[in-house]
């Protein structure tokens, strides 16, 4: 036996065993795993902290907790969902294990990078986790850490900043090493136009990463100074501006959504022809839509901020722009839609997932409308109006692309398959969850129920009530579909074949599970990436 | 009234029902389209599938109507953002300051209230800072929401329409107590509320027994300030030693209740030494009595109603927003049984027990952080801004809270 045919699970490449085998790998699947398997823990950590802030509103007043609890309950899930598992989750886990093999490369352009890019990535979560235990108590200011509330607080903001601050340099890195590997390790003959959209939509993304996220990172040290030095820039008690903080921390954190969007965005365009065999409907527009959304997505941070005292003239701008920014996510959707047309479709979980996407993700960008529209924005700004949107669009956009990622290349990369009716069965549990969690809540939002309340007057509470109950159904349907995708991987069926979906990038070519060196013989780089004639499911 | 100017609500909705109505009808057409095509061209129905790349005269017409559709929907919001903003030159202005955590409204008078008051059928413009960190005035009815940020000056306009009351909510995340930094903006008919904004504050109302010595012009003849008139002053007189004579004979008797109502109902039985035979006798009833005689206890100023100046200061300020008085936890100490108590606190990192006499109530008023009560953050702001006057009203108010 060559060494060729043993998997990256029995080969470690390092001349290590054991745990210290994965610690210091460079290989760019295990290190995509180990990023999965730290998400993992930490989706699960900040789900159950959603679920018990949904318990908290389910009736006005102390219902498990006191407000101080409450607001820093609220802050960690936004952190942790935010930072360290909605960012990385694509990208780095799944990014990491399929955007090498569908270019044909061996591994990413700088593997060692890419493992202290992991490192980073650990640190911060460490010290974001230290900052609950350590100092004035957990940090108590919303994910966004406005000042001058950030400023005035006692909780432990300055640990947490710096954690945000690391977590940005291993979003940086990663950026950084993907566009770099997609410039420069294209297989001979992979050009430009047969680069998967998967691949296509972590180039987009990595460009945001590389240009946005150091602007995060200045924002949070200068948050530390102010709190540690105080320094005086965004104080007004000494001469400095809250607002102008503001614009600093969005010009990052709205191109973050499109960090989070994008890439799941991708694992949609790369799944639906899959299942229809029929090539992606307008190749070109949907890659080039990616890159309009990068581009037009990074002018748009200021709607944000229609509340917040800024010009009119500001508000016109921005508000026109967010407008402009619809219209290539709009585009995509018809695209998907235009795919199945004709197709011949086979509804296997990963398609059942990429159509929740499609689905939720159109309810989340169609209610962007509203938000964007300066009028209509001034009503609902701050409002769960707004936690509705975000978590559709992030939850059932960003959420369930990974999920259908997961079920799409997860078998290639474990040798073996799940239940696949199990499969569905969570699905459909998960979409009755979600929509009975978040649906109500853009009805009280409407009504006037502003976000980040711990008390509410009693007129909201129905909504509140639904909402609660929709929170146990999503998390029943998670439990279902995490347990089927673990049991599984770790005793479902031995897959025989390469490609048990018939997929016609290159990742599916390659032995199953892959090799540690990916590929056994030259990539073929002949076909298209959405040209499924001539090629046949293999289990 | 101009009728333009009524109708910011409604265009702000308009905007809504127009891209809700939009968004629905593209929601329900993608749904059913994929449905249909999830049934039609499924594996058993078309087991051959169609080699289609892409249509170019498709792509543009979902390139162009949606740039259309979306351009409309910027100009509906745009047109309910200019109303929400233009604010009519004849508004009646009203000053809102938020602090953690509540709302004070000043009107141009100079009164100040802790709901917003305000007169029906009226464009009201509200002019929005803070003292501490940025809050969010929101008003739900009137669509109407802009963030009071230190340091800066924003508003809100809206017509007040009929007399009702709406829901102020704090919509910018504040700390502990967002959630109840709450209040109401009140409409009341015109000339209510001008009734309303030139009466002078509640704590100036003068009690009943006062009342009853103005009517019977008792004042005429006696001060409250101790200097002496054609009668003596009524100040201090409650419980007074007093020199009388009684048929020509000196003796000294304490002015207890009995004795100031036998000199009001018949003055002739008792003179006090030094003043003259002058008073004539009043017909009061035993209740009107004891509530002058009320007063009298009071050293001629009532003592209820500081406490209840207090109270209000103690509202309208916010204090009440983080300190109860019914002695329950909010954000800070209560204020009941405040006073003398012994507290333990830290100064300058340093743990110490003081007593909680007035002097250290004032200090705590005026320079919160320099002595924290244990168990609490340091989170309160300086109320320096606070007369002499109200600081003694607050502190004989909390004095009653036992």
Redesign the interface.
Known sequence: MSSNSLSFWEDSGNGRTGIMAWLTTTDHKRIGLMYMYVILAMFIAGLCLGLAIRLELIAPGRTIMD??TY?TVFTLHGVIMIFIVVIPSIPAAIGNLVLPIQLGAEDVAFPRLNLFSWYLYIGGTILALVSLFTGGGAP???WTF????SE???TNVSVAVIAVFILGFSSILTGLNFITTIHRLRAPGMTWTKIPLFTWSLYATGWIQVLATPVLGITVLLIFAERVLGVGLFD??KGG???LYQHLFWIYSHPAVYIMILPAMGVVSDIIPVF??????????IAFSSLMIAFAGSLVWAHHM????MS?TA??IF??LT??V??PS??K???W??T????????DPPLLYA?GF??LF??GG??G??L????????V???YFVVSHFHYVIFGGTGFGMFAAAHYWLPKYYGRMYNKTVAKVAFYILFIGFNLLYFPLFIIGL??M????????PQYQEGHVISTVGSWILAVGVIIMLVNLIRGFTKGEKLKGRNPWGAATLEWTIPTPPPLLNFDKEPDTSRKPYD??GVTPDE | MDATLIDAVSKVDTAFKFIFGVSFVILFLITAVTLYFLFRYSKKRNPVPAQIEGNLVAEIIWIVVPCIIVGAMFWYGWVGYKALREAPANSYEVKCTARMWSWKFEYPNGKTSDKLYVPADTPIKVDLTSVDVIHSFYVAAFRVKMDTVPGMHTYVWFNSGEPAEYEIQCAEYCGVRHAYMLSKVVVVPKEEFDKWLNASAAAEVPDEGEELLKKHGCFDCHTTDGTDLVGPSFKGIYGRDTVVVENGKEKTVKADDMYLEKSITQPAADIVKGYEDMMPPFELTKEELGKIIGYFKGGGKPTAKLGAKGAEIAEREGCTGCHSVDGSELVGPSFKGLMDRKTAVTKDGKKMEVTANVEYIISSIKHPSEYVVEGYEPSMPEYGQLSDDDIKALIEYISTLK
Do not use: C, W
Request: charged share 15%; proline share 6%; aromatic share 16%.
């Open positions: 407000a101080q607001n108590d200011t919303g406005y000042v001058p509330f005035f607080t006692t007004p008690n501006d809250p607002i229809a065999r029929k090539p992606i409907f307008g190749y070109k527009t229609f509340t917040s005292g009119d508000v016109l508000s026109l407008f402009v619809a219209i709009a585009i959707v018809f695209n839609t235009a199945l047309y004709k197709g011949s479709i086979t509804v159509l499609i689905f159109s309810v169609l209610t409308l509203i964007g529209s300066a009028g209509t924005d001034i009503h700004h701050d409002t009504e006037g502003p976000r980040r309340y711990y008390d509410y007057l499924f004639q």
